[in-house]
DNA sequence: CCTCCTAAGTTTCGTTTTGGAACTATGGCA
DNA sequence: TGCCATAGTTCCAAAACGAAACTTAGGAGG
């Protein structure tokens, strides 16, 4: 079975995975919930390729979790914010979150502190 | 950058995902909230390959998600359970069905009602 | 005018992961 | 002696990913 055919499976977790469960979804719902909308902020932040960022913000736009708002007018510059739909994540990377920092402690750090 | 690599990241939620982040391994997890714990089980229930199922089991187990446990003497057989701090991963189930039922509609059914 | 700069993508191409299906191993049971 | 169940492993083609270069559209400075 290929992964994009659990939009349709009767398990409401498995049609949220269908949309935020691969491999990079999440953490830019997560830059987003730090405040960042941008693409080249994504890219910088969360370390993926620009080639998957621009597959994925595609993917969120389409299921109505982010938008694309264009910010600038000069040259055109678009970037995402959450929708209201997104915004109701938020409560999953919580709980992520909270479970990150109780089972898995950093061993050696990254030095991205400043990363927000 | 690699995935894999996140394992290390400042965030805990990336942390978090660099283990249950990919495709099939939340579905997983859900499944043994469901109560099922044999490798047969999990692939009637999920729909992924035993390919692919083979080696998730192998990486929760390594990170103290699961319990690999043997079930019966006469041909060894072992099946799978969640640990404590696999458990305590059932408020990050929770909160994707939550949002699932709300946001993501079934269109049509993929007769699995009773896939549990 | 000419060149360099920013920022959001797109393209290309080699590597890795996935999907599907067949195969293996171990022992029970008729 | 076959046949069955169950937990994997192996093989190969197809899809996804990762790295890096390229494109597009205007701005700023000389």
Redesign the interface.
Known sequence: ?K?T????????????????????T??IL?DCFLGLSRFEQFIESS???RHILAERLKRLVDAGILERRQYSDGPKRYDYVLTE?GQ??G??????????????P?????G??A?A
Do not use: F, Q, Y
């Open positions: 079975m992964w055919e659990l939009s349709d499976n009767w398990c409401p977790v498995a049609r949220t995975l269908s949309i935020v469960g691969d491999r990079w999440l953490l997560r370390g993926m390729t739909k109701e994540l409560p999953a990377l919580m709980t992520l979150k909270t479970w990150g920092k109780k089972h898995m950093v061993r050696r750090p990254t991205n502190e990363g």
